[in-house]
């Protein structure tokens, strides 16, 4: 326990030490880090892919499903893929020293507020290795030390990984502790950390919700959470009904582990006859499993009876909860009751509903006529995200370099004092 | 136990009801609303008055002091105040459906974020009752649902002040339950209400330490807090001497009991001699009680010794911690080590001395040449302020209206899908 917690405090120490040194660095030596962390990465991937066939190797002890080995495993396409992501953040614009907005009051004192870093993020996430490499990148560009925590199962990929970022944070001229990996997978580690307010600013979970609960309970400093996307695809009366066909099947079905895939399928009853056959002939030739209300099951006969569970289940699978209902309030209604304010899409012709479900569905992102799969990072033109946050603190939806940041307030004067 | 969790369960489902209407509320109706409370709180002031008695009446049953009476009493002129408050929060600009930024992507997505209310705010405050109308105009204002919770010495004002509210909401036609007080000085409420992380976005708690502490600790939601100003004014060895004195003067005495009140003094080793003698004769003139450094005693030999306590002390009293510092750096050194990062200032006509000041104290404010009584909604031009935050995430520093605010991800597409 002792250990422990000394352990913990030592990584945060060395966090705050390495952000206080980050926070008056240049862009330019962020840049060049970045890039040497690129070419270092690639030089040294045969030592990277030597470790990652360790985790491979002791995958399927952790129980480890192939999808899940799938993510686990390196290639040196991947490598490549890693070190160009990191090139990306580099060419994003450094939000650091941004100028949010100036005023000058009436006695004379200049008044900004100017963007500066967090400080110290601790980032906890689970198995695919690449996470390492992007949250790094990111916290860093934005000025912030970072403490990794990455998953058991990709401890040895995680390490090399580190090693890497570590000798090329030498090589640039910034600290060494700007990126610190918890080289242990003991689980009384992270609680220790949590406790840290004084020293760790902010905790960033991503992961499954059994972490992100326990995280939210036991931290002492703020956390940005990304929980479920249990997402909607609600498909108006007054749908182009080949583009909803289009936008369910990629909601659905392009990539199913994800959280901004869609779970769950509202049907306008004005339309379910023409719409429901449609839908049922391409569903069953993708594979979708269907759980639908009864109504639902007169066009889909071969779906289950959805129960109450169903309709709050972020599947992550090829399976899909369904209702018909009778209204533009219906569909908004039951997303607020089950969705998880992550991402729901219409699709609609009618400018009036569209702009009512914008203006009142209450989730990070809302689309219209559009897939829920958009809700990105890269898609929304940030760059890099170190996650979706489903918080409305602070930062909500794709979190990308703006989101590693606060702001102070600088005052700048001639003498003034408060009458 | 169990009727109070019923009774704070019904708060906050009363809440959420109220922020859904209230998010597509237009300004228009807001505005008419704080015209119409402003109308009815000055009509009914002899009713607000009276309850106001009773709260006075009361007060040295609760050990209040001379001057915690005084911030309770509400008077006739106090009442016009208070209503002018409103007035000015009715022209403030609505930061709802303010469109934060917006891009056109390369497959034609219009993804924009707009922004949005945080929903239901639990605020959580102590003594005075001009706080319940400030807080209640900023809440809704931003389209926000809010739960008050005042300090037990206020309570009979606060109840005639929250019937004023509601019937004026009544009246304006908007959610009776958009401003609701908790009606008892139960402790175990607050305890109730901090569990219910699925109905109230954020608890703001404003009053001190363990109050904070106790909320920070048992909320399951985010918590923006108001933690302590330990404030410094540095005296750089290229101060204007004169105005140096005028800053510290306004700093430590113009309102002792603020949190953007100076705590501490620190002052450059090459002008101690010329300074620290000046500076004894405006703190003795002052009454301010010094507690210093071996070295400020030379100058001020009537100083107590300081103790490293002190350096970490709020003291909100004529009482002053004072240290002789030999650089910029030991400046900056101590206001990390000992401040809270609240308010800091320096005084110094050297530019490059007061950029670094600037750049590397990470405070929510920091003050080149002027008081640090600055730090302040009205003073930085926000308007009104629901507090002062010392967190680095979501705001910092002074909140108005767009600190009560989150943003949500609007794409309008013509049938995109991800490839």
Chains 1, 2 share one sequence.
């Not at 570590?166 to 610190?180: M, N, T």
């Not at 992270?190 to 036991?218: A, Q």
């Not at 930062?395 to 408060?418: D, F, H, N």
């Amino acid at each position: 326990m002792s250990s422990w917690s000394d352990y913990a405090l030592q990584l945060a120490v060395q966090a705050r030490a390495a952000s206080r040194k980050l926070s008056t660095v240049t862009t330019a030596q962020k840049i060049q880090w970045l890039h040497q962390a690129a070419d270092a990465l690639v030089a040294r991937s045969r030592e990277v892919l030597a470790e990652n066939e360790r985790d491979l190797a002791n995958a399927p002890g952790y129980g480890l499903t192939a999808a899940e080995i799938d993510r686990l495993k390196l290639t040196p396409s991947g490598i490549t893929k890693i070190a160009d992501g990191l090139r990306e953040v580099a060419a994003l614009t450094d939000p650091i020293g941004q100028v949010i907005d100036s005023t000058v009051r009436p006695n004379g004192l200049k008044v900004s507020r100017v963007r500066v870093p967090l400080g110290v993020v601790f980032f906890i996430y689970e198995s695919r290795p690449n996470v390492t490499m992007d949250a790094a990148a990111l916290c860093v560009m934005s000025g912030n030390a970072v403490i990794l925590r990455g998953g058991k199962e990709a401890l040895h990929s995680n390490l090399a990984l580190h090693r890497v970022l570590r000798d090329s944070l030498v090589q640039a001229g910034l600290p060494e502790h700007s990126v610190q990996l918890v080289e242990s997978t003991e689980r009384e580690i992270v609680g220790e950390l949590l406790k840290l307010d004084g020293k760790i600013d902010v905790t960033i979970p991503r992961g499954g919700k059994s972490l992100i609960e326990r995280v939210t309970r036991e931290a002492r400093m703020p956390v940005i959470k990304h929980f479920d996307g249990i997402c909607h695809v609600y498909v108006d009366q007054a749908a182009d009904q080949d583009m909803a066909l289009r936008i369910l099947q990629n909601s659905k079905c392009q990539r199913t582990g994800v959280c901004n895939a869609a779970e769950s399928l509202l049907v306008h009853s004005a339309i379910a006859d023409s719409f429901l056959p449609k839908a049922e002939r391409m569903l069953k030739g993708q594979g979708v499993e269907v759980r639908g209300c009864e109504r639902t099951r007169r066009w889909i006969p071969w779906a289950l009876v959805a129960t109450e569970d169903d309709y709050r289940t972020e599947y992550l699978d090829l399976k899909l909860s369904a209702c018909v209902v009778d209204s533009l309030d219906e569909a908004i209604e039951r997303i607020d009751r089950y969705g998880s304010h992550h991402t729901d899409s219409i699709v609609t012709s009618d400018q009036t509903a569209a702009e009512r479900f914008v203006a009142e569905v209450d989730s990070s992102a809302v689309m219209v006529n559009a897939s829920t799969r958009f809700n990105d990072g890269f898609e929304f033109g940030l760059g890099a995200e170190i996650g979706i946050s489903t918080d409305k603190i602070h930062a909500r939806g794709p979190c990308g370099l703006e989101s590693l940041t606060s702001y102070k307030w600088i005052a700048r004067g001639g003498g003034q004092i408060r009458g």
